[in-house]
């Protein structure tokens, strides 16, 4: 089945370290969109990419970066990690003319 | 701008009676409007979506929303609560589909209980 797969699933790191967040997609979708869920508060959208050469910040960029490394790829990095980073992550894809979105599993990020 | 409000944080229901989660929105656009559902330890699961066609929009596991833009809510509803319907839901609402972003916008999820 075409699906979303993320790893790590699970990761615990201390402040100060830098992690990747991976993201990959079979589904053959252009769009892919990186969030973070916290309690409370739904999902934040960090990131956005249209395409391999699209990068767009969303409503919580900061102390984030992206890399589009192929249609299929999108990575998530966290520079320098601090505590309140740790969060559930979750990587989505769209089609350009459809708006729902498709979800991975979610990675969990801990910084102690 | 954008925004959701779902009017509880959580709901507690009986095994085989009815669920009823609310969700109000705001936008700008003709809103496309979706639930999706976040069972533990899961991704999010796409339940049923709204994009101007029927109000009515039924979807996946028996559960059904009703769109009314005069009160701008799209509550979504179930007669008969299941013990595997036991998750986080989650109101959404979307930039109309093809415009720039693509971008949804998140309630901040309702948690739902099932009791035996």
Known sequence: DADVTQTPRNRITKTGKRIMLECSQTKGHDRMYWYRQDPGLGLRLIYYSFDVKDINKGEISDGYSVSRQAQAKFSLSLESAIPNQTALYFCATSRVSRNEQFFGPGTRLTVL | ?116
């Not at chain 2, 989660?21 to 999010?44: D, E, I, M, T």
């Not at chain 2, 039924?58 to 809510?73: H, L, V």
């Not at chain 2, 179930?78 to 930039?95: G, L, N, R, T, W």
């Open chain 2, 1 to 116: 701008a954008q925004s959701v409000t779902q009017l509880d944080s959580h709901v507690s229901v009986s095994e085989g009676t009815p669920v009823l989660l609310r969700c109000n929105y705001s936008s700008s656009y003709s809103p496309s409007l979706f639930w999706y559902v976040q069972h533990p330890n899961k991704g999010l699961q796409l339940l049923l979506k709204y994009t101007s066609a029927a109000t009515l929009v039924k979807g996946i596991n028996g559960f059904e929303a009703e769109f009314k833009k005069s009160e701008t809510s799209f509550h979504l509803t179930k007669p008969s609560a299941h013990m595997s319907d036991a998750a986080e839901y989650f109101c959404v609402v979307s930039d109309p589909p093809g415009a720039a972003g693509n971008k949804l916008t998140f309630g901040g999820g309702t948690r739902v209980l099932v009791k035996p």
